[in-house]
Structure formats: C-alpha cells, structure tokens
C-alpha cells in the first residue's frame, strides 16, 4: 500500500519500507522542534481526576498515533488502537499501552459502546480523516483529527455531513493543527484576546517543507504530487489559531515544478504546483499571505506574522512583539502552562501534548472551549482547498465558502 518508489527516493532517510519509517520519525521535519517554549510555571494544576476513554488509529510514516503523548496522560485510559496493517497495529499497541486492538478504525468504532469508548484520536492518513471522523461523531465519540480536516475539493461534499454530525451529537470535533500550540502562535492568540494587537491589519503564513526528490511515502500515495494549498493548515494557522476569523476570498499563485510527481500526469490531482501562495481577504476586513512552499530546499519551517493597529507580533525578530501599550502587553501572559509530569510536550513546536491536553480539557471541563474546534479546523482547510482551486485558474479570485 505504501508507495516504495517514494521511499527509495525521499531526501529523509526512509531507506526502507512498513515499519522502518514508522521507526525513523526523528528525521522527518518538525519532530525534533520539541522545545515548548518558555512555560507560565513550574507547577502542573490537576484539573479532573477522571481518566477519558480513548481509542487511537494509525501510527503511519509519522508514528502520529503514538506521538501525541495518550499513553502519559493522568487523564486518558488508552483502551484500544488500531491500524490496518497489522505490525503497525502492534507496535502502535506497544508504543501507547492500548488494551486491545482492532483491525480497523471502522471495527474500533463500531465496538465503542461494548468498549465504553468516549473519544478518538484519528491520525491515519489524510484522505480517511473526514470520513472516519463523521462515522465516530455517530457512534456519539468526541474527535479528535490529524490535519486536515479533509483532503481536496472531491472531499467538499461531506463537509456538511461533518458539520450535521458533530451537531446531532453535541460532542467534541478538534482538529491537531500544530501551529496553534506553537509558543509563537500562543503569544499571539493571547495578546489579540487581550486587545493588544487590535484589529488585524495583515497576517503571514509559511509552511517550508521540501521533501527530496520524490517526497514522503504515505498510504495509498495521498501524498504524491499533493497541491500545496490542500495542506493549508500549518500557514493558514497563524491567522485562524489567533483571531478564530476566517478567509473570505482567495487569489492563489501556483508555482510548477520539475520534479516528476508534479507533473499532472504522475499524481491522482492532476496537480501540477510544489508551492502555491495565497493571498486572503478575512473576516475582520484585513488579509493575509499564506504560502505552502514544498520546492526550495535548505530550509524548513512553520512560521508566522501578525500585523494589528496596535502592534505587531513577529517571530523572528529577539523582541518579537511591540506595541502600543508595551505596560498592558507585559501583563499579558504570553506563555504555556506546564504540562502533567512526565509528559513530553512533543514536536512541531512542542505541540503535541497540548494539543492532546486541549481535547481532554474540552471533554472534562465545561467551560472550556478547544482551540481548533470545528469552524477553525473547517475554515483552516477549506479555505486552502479553494486557494489551489484559484491557483489552477491562473490566480482568479474565489469566494470561500463559511462552513459552520
Ligand atoms: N504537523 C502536523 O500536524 C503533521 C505532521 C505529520 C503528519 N501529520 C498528519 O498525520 C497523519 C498521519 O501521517 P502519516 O504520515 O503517518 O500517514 P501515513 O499515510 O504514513 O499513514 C497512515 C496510517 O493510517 C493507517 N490507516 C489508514 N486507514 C485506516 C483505517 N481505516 N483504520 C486504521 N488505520 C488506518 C494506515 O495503515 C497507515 O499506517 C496524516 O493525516 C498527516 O497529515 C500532521
């Protein structure tokens, strides 16, 4: 099922197929950035002594399944796991302490009542992610999802069955964009809540990430000769995970490739880009720059900008905010808060584990609301879903539908 002409040639090290991959995660990007930032405190705050009954699925090229820190959180059971192909399931097993296994997500799903199961964790690959999600919103589970939220414009359709589900049942659905528990991304979020930055001006996203000659293996090929804006989530990020506002309109540049799995002919998109760069109008009456560039190599990188009427937040600089009102800034807190002992934040910023923390605090606490729910996972991927459909129409401006 794995492409292997993709894993002899990839510019990460996956010189094998099946499990050494799965073994070898240290080499793709993003899995070594596991500093969390600078923390609010020293001293974890319990906030339930209830464990959540959780099941997992996949544990792929990126081991994401066994990534996101379940199997060391005092608040989660793992109680079952699954992945189809059977050595994965098992190593998942190891890897998370999963009490038993299923053949399938389906399988695990359907047995969630007999298994007392309250919420999944969906990180196969990312064609599967919608349909599994909806499926595990009707058996009454919260979701939680690997990004994106869905996988291209044939994939639209099922938006509103998504949407309808996860209504119907009133449970959780979250999306694991990484970007929003980035401590830049934190800081950000924070200081917009707290009027700060003011009103958004200008933002800017960029998803570097070049994958050698012939990319990274994944299941079924979902990776191969992907367009760029069909995996939106890690730019678009610094604008949806800070102000919760969506884009409105895109215009998309769309920039060829001569790499071979670009050629329209050689994907299952009839894609033809490697990079792709959006630009947005928002909600909030400003725009935004979001590029997903996969053709430069020499850098690699999930970075962002924010630009308000009262003061700008950029990453980059050793100072990264200044504003208007430098003595309300300081008493904003721009840091995370620590996570339960022995629990590793995890990579792409230190995000994984918070964003598993998020899921279990939005199942457990009743105030508090997810970051990357529902409206901000679907204006998250969708929104980059129309920026490469502009960007095959040579740039022309398209609507953006609002989801939810
Ligand atoms: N920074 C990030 O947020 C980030 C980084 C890497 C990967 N990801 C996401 O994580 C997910 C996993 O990535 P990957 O590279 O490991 O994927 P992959 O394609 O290598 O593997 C997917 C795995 O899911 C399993 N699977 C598929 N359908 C299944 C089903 N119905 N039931 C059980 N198992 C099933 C497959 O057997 C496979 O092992 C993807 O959606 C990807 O987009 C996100």
Excluded at 25 to 50: C, V
Excluded at 166 to 194: D, H, Q, W
Aim: glycine share 10%; hydrophobic share 35%.
């Amino acid at each position: 099922m794995y492409n292997r002409r993709a894993f002899v040639g990839a510019g990460i090290s996956l010189f094998a197929a099946g499990l050494h991959a799965a073994n070898d995660k240290k080499t793709i990007q993003g899995f070594d950035e596991n500093f969390a930032g600078k923390l609010s405190s020293t001293k974890w705050e319990p906030f339930s002594d209830r464990k959540v009954r959780v099941g997992i699925a996949g544990e792929g090229v990126c081991s994401f399944g066994s990534s996101f820190a379940y199997q060391s959180h005092p608040n989660v059971e793992v109680v079952a796991c699954t992945d189809l192909d059977p050595a994965r399931c098992k190593l998942l097993q190891q890897r998370v302490n999963a009490q038993k296994t299923y053949p399938s997500c389906e399988d695990m799903i359907k047995h969630a009542a007999e298994d007392k199961l309250e919420a999944v964790y969906i990180a196969t690959d990312a064609a599967s992610h919608i349909k599994l999600a909806i499926m595990a919103l009707e058996h009454g589970l919260h979701v939680a999802s690997a990004v994106p939220a869905l996988l291209g414009k044939d994939q639209l359709d099922l938006v509103p069955r998504l949407v309808s589900a996860a209504k119907k049942s009133g449970k959780i659905y979250m999306m694991n964009e990484t970007t929003a528990f980035r401590p830049e991304c934190v800081a950000m979020r924070n200081l917009y809540e707290s009027g700060c930055l003011g009103e958004h001006l200008y933002s800017e996203g960029e998803y570097f990430h070049f994958s050698g000659k012939e990319g990274i293996p994944s299941y079924n090929n979902w990776r191969l000769g992907l367009p760029p804006q069909y995996y939106p989530t890690h730019s678009n990020g610094f604008y949806t995970c800070v102000t919760h506002g969506r884009f409105t309109d895109v215009s998309c540049i769309g920039l060829k490739s001569s790499r071979p799995q670009y050629q329209p002919e050689n994907n299952p998109y009839a894609n033809p880009y490697d990079s792709e760069v959006a630009l947005f109008k928002t909600s909030d009456g400003g725009t935004s720059r979001m590029a997903v560039m996969w053709g430069t190599p020499g850098y690699g990188g999930e970075i962002g900008r924010f630009h308000g009427t009262k003061g700008s937040y950029v990453e980059t600089r050793k100072d990264p905010f200044w504003g208007l009102d430098m003595e309300a800034a300081a008493k904003v807190n721009v840091l995370k808060h620590p996570l339960p002992p022995n629990v590793p934040a995890g990579g792409h910023g230190g995000s994984h584990a918070y964003l598993t923390d998020d899921f279990l605090r939005g199942i457990l606490l009743k105030d508090h609301k997810v970051c990357v729910d529902l409206k901000t996972a679907l204006d998250t991927t969708v929104s980059g879903i129309y920026a490469h459909l502009s960007a095959m129409k040579g740039g022309e401006w398209l609507k953006v539908p609002e989801c939810v």
